[in-house]
């Protein structure tokens, strides 16, 4: 059986957005080096008070940021 990968786009919503990581960190009250680890994927878990926020930030949804793919490897 194939396992679900969970894939973080919030570099693509900055970028549609036109905002920066460090803008972002500000706005929601984290550090910029837990911003840059979310959009790595380099994360085990986001509360979802801190997903929420992101998201009222960028005025998107978490399906906007978190994506689920087939892990074919």
């Known amino acids: 059986m ?3 990968e969970i894939i973080v786009r919030l570099d ?3 970028a549609m957005r036109k ?3 460090r ?3 500000q706005a929601v009250g984290i550090s910029e080096q837990n911003i840059s680890l ?11 008070e ?3 926020k992101i998201c009222a930030v960028l005025d998107c949804q978490p399906g906007d940021l978190l994506e689920a793919v087939t892990d074919t490897t």
């Not at 979310?38 to 979802?48: A, C, H, T």
Request: hydrophobic letters at 50%; aromatic letters at 4%.
């Open 12 to 14: 693509v919503m900055l």
């Open 23 to 25: 803008d972002l960190a």
């Open 38 to 48: 979310l959009k790595s994927g380099k994360v085990k878990g986001i509360r979802f």
């Open 2 to 4: 194939n396992e679900l």
């Open 19 to 21: 905002m920066k990581s």
């Open 50 to 52: 801190t997903l929420a």
